[in-house]
């Protein structure tokens, strides 16, 4: 059984910065994308980053391009967003998730296409 716990959160100002990290358990890790979703109140989850297992090939939401980067490090089971220029609208709970199948080059934004999640942590950025 895959799991993945987030850490990082918490509260910041906006313009500031936050690096979550997500760690999985499980030697195949790098084997796997890792993707980075959000839920802010109301709202329904969206994608927010994704990483191919090989760490090569990222993805972006366009509202975080430029501000957000993910990254991974599969010697530690661990991947990472770090998060700048943080804005209100960015505040949400974030999760990390796995890809179901084996993506090595590649991931996906797409929530069906993910099947272990973590359990969540609040970003809130005040204004």
């Known amino acids: 059984q895959v799991q993945l716990v987030e850490s990082g959160g918490g509260l910041v100002q906006t313009g500031g910065s936050l690096r979550l990290s997500c760690a999985a358990s499980g030697r195949t890790f790098s084997l796997y994308a890792v993707a980075w979703f959000r839920q802010a109140p109301g709202k329904d989850r969206e994608f927010v980053a994704a990483i191919s297992g090989s760490g090569a090939s990222t993805y972006y939401a366009d509202s975080v391009k430029g501000r957000f980067t993910v990254s991974r490090d599969n010697a530690n089971y661990t991947a990472y967003l770090q998060m700048n220029s943080l804005k209100p609208e960015d505040t949400a709970v974030y999760y990390c998730?796995?890809?179901?199948?084996?993506?090595?080059?590649?991931?996906?934004?797409?929530?069906?296409?993910?099947?272990?999640w973590g359990q969540g942590t609040q970003v809130t950025v005040s204004s």
């Open positions: 998730a796995r890809s179901t199948a084996r993506r090595v080059f590649g991931s996906s934004p797409f929530e069906k296409d993910y099947d272990y």
